[in-house]
């Protein structure tokens, strides 16, 4: 017998009162600017609208019997505020089904916490939406039957969060389909869904980092490996021959670690880009597929929440480092599907595909000294018509991880500031201390770009010009134009 | 068995104000007892790792407000639950009578999927007290009438029957804890009745 923990309502009280905004469903916009009086009238009738209650508070500050319990409960805060960023998961009863820090075991009475700060707001006919505490912010997105919470000490915005859990969710789906988790709950209200997701923590463990480190989670693009088109268009037309004629499968995609080479698609079916992050993070976590082919269930959420779509995962080859994946709804269609992957990838091998495959992996990537646009350090230029993106490898002075965190932060705030919803910018300039900053976009095109400090409006968006003209020239070997239907 | 390892379960604490609800707790969770009366406001939220039998159980004790002004939690607080305690006063006729109450209320809020053969718990407290008012058999006979409910005995202040009361609460949650094989259909097939491409609600997100 060990770890005791207490929360008491009041700590929520006291957590709520120091609130300066907390965020109810309405418009967002609205929100932010009058959710400070909303909550406080709010908090009164939760809890102190009583003056008794008041008194008994102030009359018995005796610390409610100090110990092991309050001891716990503080190593476990204390644990919590070394990190910037959490996760968790709860079902709608409370119990917890995911933590990124610590043992979600030690921290039942905080999830249980949680689910007080739902089920009061709740009864008001309200949705918790998120509450604020200087730079912390907290974040609830509400799933029934399941509750993700976002803790940020680095004060990001509400949307990036929200983003972050929306992921994280779909990541659930991915592994139980939607129709199966709401059935769980449905028969067994007070079910403990670790118990079907044991294993599954360490993909959303790695798909959290993919949201704080990827671009292509803030652009909501992918990557594309970098080869030339005639080399591609050979690659996609190799596994487009075997594969148009099964029945019954969807889609294919051909993938080098996190880049995409090549993507096939049945007619009127279209793959979204959530989606194709899922499959990135499983492939890219699983050290298995690399050994022996697989077949798994997984779930598309964007796609069809409701069912699973039946993967074959393979390598290429030994000597060929790219992952295959074939993507049907017939769950019988395995030994098929692994003799088509047989005979793709004898005839690349024949067709010097798995050569050229190989020489784009290991190539230098594309240099953005090549443009030559005096002061460019870095940029991130999405295709939005193809949801596709690109950026250069970083250069000095982005010589650390935590410079290049850092210029990714810069990044994030400029994409959420464009996209702010309701409003469309054209162009953001911005004179940091460090970098230079210009934001641009157009219908087809969207444009971040870091410059060295001193560099002048001017002079920035004179190379906003040199610059595309100079992607007109690289993009087709940048992006997949290129995704036949069959 | 993979499932084996993790256990949590979810316990309600419910019962008039000043049965001794919170000391219960304070007595089973840190082995302390103060008679100073202070109300629960809500709910506190305590953790407790057990074993029972071979399985190393984590309680989240949910521990309520009995006084009816406090009790401002919302029907999603007693959502599934795993075991409820019910807690009387021995000293309390009232108190008793309430139990009835806390029962139906419980079972309405909660609507546990089998509500004859929900694990309920009943604890009389301050059994140590001179002024007995409610006798052992009148508690056990409505015990007997509710589907033969656990009656424990137990007095906070002096630490009689509080852990074999709550060994038992685990135990009779855990015994409801049977691996129905719920989750082992597989969905059905996903149909391919129709287009996707233009489903994604005007965004571009579509990669192609």
Known sequence: MKDAGVTSYRDLKNMIEKNREVIYSNDMEEQQETATTALHSSVDNITIHNPIVNLSITEDESKPSTSKQQIVHENIFDQLKGNNKHIFVLSTAGKPIYTRFGNENQMASLFGLMIALVSVTQDSNDTLQSICCGHTRIVFLNKDPIILVGVSQSAEPYDRIKKQLTYVYNNIISILTLTQLKKIFHNRNNFDLRRLMSGSERLIDKLISFTENDPGFYLDSISCLQMPSSNRDKITQTILTECSKIKNLVFGLLIAQKHIISIIRMKKYSLEVSDIHLILNLINSTESFKTAESWTPICLPAFDSSGFMHAHISYLAEDCQACLVLLTIDRDLFFLLSDAKRKITEKMRRNDCLQAINEAIVRQPLNLARANIVGLRHLLYKNKNRSQHWSPPFTSPYNTDTLQQNLMSVYCSLISQMNFPGRTLKVIYQQLTAETMLAWATDDVELYMCFEPLVSKECATNAITKLTQWMKKEEDSLFIFNIPMF | ?208
């Open chain 2, 1 to 208: 068995m993979a499932t084996r390892k993790k256990v949590l379960l979810k316990v309600i604490i419910l019962g008039d104000s000043s049965v001794g609800k919170t000391s219960l707790m304070n007595q089973y969770i840190n082995k302390k007892f103060t008679n100073q009366y202070k109300a629960t406001i809500g709910a506190d939220f305590l953790t407790k790792e057990v074993m029972v039998d071979d399985r190393i159980v984590t309680l989240q004790i949910w521990d309520t407000a009995g006084q009816e002004r406090f009790q401002s939690l919302g029907v999603a607080f007693y959502r599934g639950a795993d075991c409820c305690v019910l807690v009387f006063d021995v000293a309390s006729p009232g108190s008793f009578k309430s139990l009835d109450g806390w029962r139906d209320e419980f079972l309405i809020q909660a609507s546990p999927s089998n509500p004859d053969h929900f694990p309920f718990v009943v604890l009389g407290n301050k059994a140590d007290l001179e002024n007995r008012t409610v006798s052992t058999k009148r508690a056990q006979q409505w015990c007997q009438n509710k589907n033969g409910l656990p009656y424990f005995e137990t007095s906070a202040k002096e630490a009689t029957n509080v852990d074999q009361a709550f060994i038992t609460i685990a135990r009779n949650a855990l015994a409801q804890d049977t691996d129905v094989e719920l989750y082992n259909d597989f969905p059905e097939q996903i149909k391919l009745s129709g287009s996707t491409e233009n489903r994604s609600s005007g965004s571009d997100n579509c990669a192609c």
